[in-house]
């Protein structure tokens, strides 16, 4: 039988390559997202290849997660492989300026956002005692940054999350890790900058990750045989020594 994955953050760059590489393998899908239109575009897409159910949810509303996610037709309700993935950074200011709004957006939809998804999920993982749940941490988890403070922070909470998971859901068998990226080309920057133009330098004078590189290594990750477990995983771009240090060819 197929697996199924929920995938959240699905409409663009990491969530959305991991869907196109997930339904190369006949993987059913899940695919989570606010953005109703690119959710249907990436269906149609995606479903002559596999199976595929969207969920329109902002993942920061818990009412609205757990409803979203008890509305699973049976066919989708046993989900093998959650990738805990939607997320993003807002803002990039010191703390002695920052945006009381991006603060809480960053935590609600990164750390919070990730519990109510688990939260709605692992019930049926841990009464059919399998599952696997890879969260989508980053570079900025493992090491704060100059003005990161904040997403730094939620990022390092979803990597104590996912330690705490790991040693919870141990008895009942169920895989936890985290794949922690570090520059990769998606909308990120988009979002982090509000549409400002210094978006468009971030991955400018070097190869930045692309997002189905990122989407290559969690498919490995959910393909090893069942006594292994990728636990934490950090992935730079070649150019990356660190999250400050880049080397640009200009
Ligand atoms: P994108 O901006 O391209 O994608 C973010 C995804 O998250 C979108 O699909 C968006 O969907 C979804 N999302 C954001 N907010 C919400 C919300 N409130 N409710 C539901 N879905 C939401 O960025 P990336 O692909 O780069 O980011 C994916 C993950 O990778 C994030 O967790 C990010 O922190 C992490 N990461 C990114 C790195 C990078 O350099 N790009 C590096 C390390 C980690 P929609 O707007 O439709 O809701
Ligand atoms: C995203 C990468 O370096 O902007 O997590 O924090 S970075």
Not at 7 to 27: L, V
Not at 131 to 156: D, R, T, W
């Amino acid at each position: 039988m197929k697996k199924i994955a929920l995938i959240t953050g699905a409409t663009s760059g990491i969530g959305r390559a991991t869907a196109q590489e997930f339904a190369k393998h006949g993987i059913h899908l899940i695919l989570c997202g606010r953005r109703q239109e690119r959710l249907e575009i990436i269906q149609k897409a995606l479903q002559e290849q596999t199976e595929v159910h969207i969920l329109n949810f902002d993942v920061s509303d818990k009412k609205e997660t757990l409803k979203a996610i008890a509305s699973l037709p049976p066919a989708f309700k046993n989900i093998d492989i959650l990738i805990n993935n939607a997320g993003n950074a807002h803002g990039l200011d010191p703390i002695q300026t920052g945006n009381i709004d991006d603060w809480d957006a960053m935590i609600d939809i990164n750390v919070k956002g990730l519990l109510y998804v688990s939260k709605a999920v692992i019930p049926q993982m841990t009464e059919r005692k399998t599952g696997q749940i890879i969260n989508i941490g980053s570079s900025a988890g493992k090491e704060v940054y100059p003005k990161g403070n904040v997403y730094c922070a939620s990022k390092h909470a979803v990597l104590a999350i996912t330690e705490g998971m790991r040693i919870d859901l141990n008895e009942f068998g169920i895989k936890v890790g985290a794949i922690n990226p570090g520059l990769v080309e998606t909308e990120f920057s988009q979002v982090r900058y509000k549409g400002d133009a210094v978006a468009d330098n971030v991955y400018k004078g070097y190869k930045a990750l692309q997002p189905e590189d990122i989407a290559e290594i969690i498919y490995f990750a959910v393909t090893r045989p069942p006594h292994v477990n990728i636990a934490d995983l950090l992935v730079f771009p070649t150019a990356q020594a660190s999250s400050t240090i880049v080397k640009k060819s200009f």
